[in-house]
């Protein structure tokens, strides 16, 4: 793969990431700030100190442009990273049509970015988790992320060397089970964070993180289906149609 194709497939990822952060946005706002709207209600009620504070930013342009910059952002750079790996893998896991390989790298990209660091530490809206540890959460979730990545890879590198001698199914069997070893042996292994507040709404935080699921489901589904039709139309381009001889020479 050439340069220009590869400068070709990240500008045309960035703008697949753009496309699935608008749709990403939309379910945010309406899914999402509703129930960061609750939290900071709750957060407000239990905290005296919040009367006399000054809020910097509205929360108005907060729960508008400044979401909608956020996750915007975050979809054109995780476009840009992701078409990035779409030109390391294609070809190399299995022969699979530019389509196909961008929604498999999705998924994959999926579990192991979100999905696998969303069950160790799940996400949390405002009033949930002490100011004191945000840099122990955050160090701790990106430690997780940085595991499941590697782990995806190295066990998608063991499928591709064992195929061979176990053939495909065996040998995603085992690949499959190995990251599942591992990535439990790393739940069991890093520490557990539990600072709910006790008499927080259960029902609200369940919203908040299924909501923030959907919002990742969308954002790395939507890029999937977009950027494989824009690489497809790309790398593997429709012939065009001629039309026939007699058609084209129309009595006068």
Known sequence: MNSSTVRNLLVRGMLAGLGAGVLALVVAYFLGEPNVDQAIGFEEAHAAAHEHEVELVSRSIQSTAGLATGVLLYGVAFGGIAALAFC??????????????ALLLSGCALLAVYVVPFLKYPANPPAVGDPDTIGKRTTLYFLMMVLAVLLAVAAAILGKRIAPRLGTWYATVVAVAGF????????????????????????????????????Q????????????????????????VVPPASAAAAPH
């Open 88 to 101: 390391f893998a294609l070809g190399r896991v299995g022969r699979r049509t530019p389509r196909a390989t």
């Open 217 to 240: 489901v969308t954002l790395w589904g939507g890029f999937g289906l977009l950027f494989g039709e824009l690489a497809e139309r790309l790398l593997n381009p429709r012939p065009a």
């Open 180 to 215: 599942a070893v591992l990535i439990g042996l790393a739940f069991a292994l890093l520490p557990a964070v539990n600072e709910v507040p006790s008499d927080f709404p259960a029902t609200v935080l369940w919203r908040f993180r299924v909501s923030a699921l959907a919002m």
